[in-house]
């Protein structure tokens, strides 16, 4: 009898140690989901909140179908991938925060982050990492009269973010509200975007750093319709085939060692074209078309193709 007494009493204590829930490498959520559930492809969840706490690092957040599933904060390697479907965050304040370690990776595609005029930002990269925005849409971040931007990126380490196939609009206010604002005063940012359309926003793409901290290139994407379409202070841009047009300002190049390069790119129908003073450098490549704005700027010296 005293043996099984102490058999039965070794289980409980085995089964009071264990996980009540394992963390999975696949989660779902979906219109009909229930945040009580595993988050499987038969039990999804509601919202990429309740999935989040269920999937393993490094693991993967698919929707099963269009609905709006509410902000997140993301603090581990994960993907939400939602290519498939009409995955929604609408909100007032930030749609998602990403704080991460310097050695962990975020990837977002395919979803659809809506402001309303009211919030405060899409994406906020808080820490560290690299973060993937691909196939994402975010309009509508201008905060109510405070500081709001499509994505902003104010790390504490090392970053890198990666842009491709997206479409920021109606976004940014406060005097350095953007589309996508960058500033660091130490870690060094790495930044790449492709295919990209920064479209009626108060700042296009405001980068503000050190050009040994701070390094963008631009490809293949468009901007207008902004306030000031690229703006720069103090950092390194690359804009290559790049349509910069209809904005009130096309490129603000304006603190000391500041550097924009800019090759087989179009920029028209400016207030001004490109305004470069305070000891920046802005030099073309010598194939761009840079005409047809309020002023065009001042011819920009040449830049040493290899």
Known sequence: MMKHVIAFATTLVLLSQAPAHAQ?????????????????????????????????????????????????????????????TQAGITTTAVGITVATAASDTVTLSGLDLEGGGAGTSGIAFTQ????????????????????????SVTPT??????????????????????ALTISTTGPVVGVSIWKTRMENNRIGLRVFGSPTALNVTAADSTFTGNGTAVMTG????????????????G???????????????????????????????????????????????????????E
């Open 24 to 84: 999975a490498v696949r989660t779902f959520v979906a219109a009909n989901g229930n945040d009580a559930a595993v988050c499987s492809g038969a039990a999804p969840c509601r919202t990429f909140a309740g999935a989040i706490a269920k999937t393993a690092a490094g693991g993967v957040i698919s929707c099963v179908n269009a609905a709006d599933y509410g902000a997140v904060t993301i603090a581990k390697s994960i993907s939400i991938v939602c290519d498939n």
């Open 128 to 151: 560290g990492g690299t973060l993937h925005v691909h196939n994402v849409r975010i309009r509508g971040f201008r905060g109510g009269g405070g500081f709001a931007f499509g994505i």
């Open 157 to 178: 380490a090392a970053v890198k973010l990666d842009i491709s196939e997206s479409v920021i609009s109606e976004s940014g206010s406060g005097y350095n509200g953007a």
């Open 234 to 249: 103090g950092a390194a841009i690359m804009l290559q085939n790049a349509v910069i047009s209809n904005n009130q300002i």
């Open 251 to 305: 490129i603000s190049n304006g603190n000391p060692g500041g550097q924009v390069r800019i090759g087989n790119s179009v920029v028209t129908g400016n207030g001004t074209g490109i305004s470069t003073v305070f000891g920046a450098f802005t030099t073309s490549y010598k194939n761009n078309q840079i005409r047809g704005n309020g002023s065009d700027g001042t011819p920009l010296a040449a830049e040493t193709a």
